[in-house]
């Protein structure tokens, strides 16, 4: 259990330290229509294999870069996240998923979520005013 309590602390201190982290990552999941891409996939949710699939120009560390950037938003609530898919390797691959404040983030039927926020805050002329 100890083990546990500091991987919690260690992952505590790792986001506070990257405050400017988290905000960049998301606006990288907007650009990159991953809420999209999960929300219109498997209610069970996708692994970072699948997702990367659908992506333009996917190479070689895609699925593992967007593992770590999926993760990184299960961290804030804004994916689920499970590992219930098996590889032929025997190791467990990380499920994705929208989660409620998630949900926010996917287009409605009206084609309106938050990301466009996300967006209007990291436009150029904005980050420079900043």
């Known amino acids: 259990m100890e083990n546990d309590d500091e991987y919690d602390v260690s992952l505590h201190a790792m986001l506070l330290s990257g405050a400017q982290l988290y905000p960049a990552v998301l606006h990288a999941a907007i650009e990159l229509n991953l809420f999209k891409i999960i929300g219109e996939g498997s209610p069970n949710g996708m692994s970072p294999s699948e997702i990367a699939s659908q ?9 593992r870069r967007l593992d770590r950037l999926l993760f990184l938003l299960t961290t804030h609530s804004v994916l689920t996240c499970s590992s219930s898919k098996k590889l032929d390797d025997g190791s467990n691959e990380r499920l994705f998923a ?33």
């Open 55 to 63: 992506l333009p120009n996917p190479n070689a560390d895609t699925v």
């Open 98 to 130: 929208l989660s409620p404040t998630g949900k926010y983030m996917f287009p409605d039927e009206d084609g309106v979520s938050y990301a466009s926020i996300s967006k209007l805050s990291y436009h150029p002329t904005y980050v420079k005013v900043r």
